[in-house]
């Protein structure tokens, strides 16, 4: 007797987020959708922080076309969104508008989110000293992340500091960066108490510091995954 195999068809909702793998397929062979776990990341930031040319960099290198990054970018209106499959799960990407008039919608995506991407324009935060020098918008990054960890809903969630725009003459190191500003924050009364966090340098417009980036949001939100649970899908 001849078999007759049978073949699952799959249907999608149209409003369901697009699902992209990463893991090449043989030819002739459609790739197969992975299920597994979920995770949000957003990323916050003044704007001209380079937010959303660190989002493109992400999409060249994770995304299975690997396409090329638009450099060319205008200031985030809203938000930006792309879905990650990675072969451990989805990473789900927030890229928000950091414009003053925005800001106040940051908040209605903390509570959804398993780590946050702050991100910092090191070439206009003066000579990195929060105390003495004003020419540059330091002190509006301390108040601005501040006002992020303050929120009851982003405590314990872990948080990644960029420091971009490393590739620039003027811009301020890591160092001085961790010193005059995140050391600040974290050891004043407003941090929000302990949570997991690291300071890279990147330069989104190169692409160097950001594999390195999202490979430690990758490892910090599992180890964080009992206090933040991954949606299922």
């Known amino acids: 007797m001849r078999r007759v195999k049978k073949v699952r068809s799959l249907v999608s909702s149209p409003f369901a987020p697009l699902k992209l793998s990463l893991r090449a397929a043989a030819p002739g062979v459609a790739d197969p959708i992975p299920t597994g776990a979920e995770y949000s990341v957003i990323l916050l930031g003044l704007d001209n922080a380079g937010k959303t040319t660190f989002h493109e960099q ?11 990054p638009k450099l060319k970018t205008v200031p985030t209106v809203g938000q930006n969104v792309s879905t990650l499959t990675l072969p451990d799960g989805y990473l789900k990407i927030w890229d928000v508008g950091g414009q003053l008039s925005l800001r106040s919608l940051w908040q209605s995506y903390y509570a959804s989110c398993h780590a946050i991407v702050f991100i910092i324009d090191s070439s206009d935060i003066g000579d990195g000293n929060i105390d003495y020098d004003q020419s540059g918008r330091l002190e509006e990054c301390r108040l601005v992340l501040e006002d992020v960890l303050q929120n009851s809903e982003t405590e314990g969630v872990p948080l990644l500091i960029l420091a971009n725009k490393q590739d620039r003459e003027d811009c301020v190191e890591v160092v001085r960066i961790k010193e005059g500003l995140v050391k600040r924050v974290f050891e004043g009364e407003k941090s929000g108490g302990i949570r997991d966090s690291r300071v890279l340098p990147i330069s989104a417009l190169t692409g160097t510091g950001v594999k390195e980036a999202v490979e430690w949001v990758r490892s910090r939100i599992k180890w964080n995954k009992e206090s933040r649970p991954p949606v299922m899908r």
């Not at 992400?58 to 090329?68: A, G, I, M, Q, T």
Request: hydrophobic residues 25%; aromatic residues 10%.
């Open 58 to 68: 992400v999409k060249s290198l994770y995304l299975s076309d690997h396409p090329d």
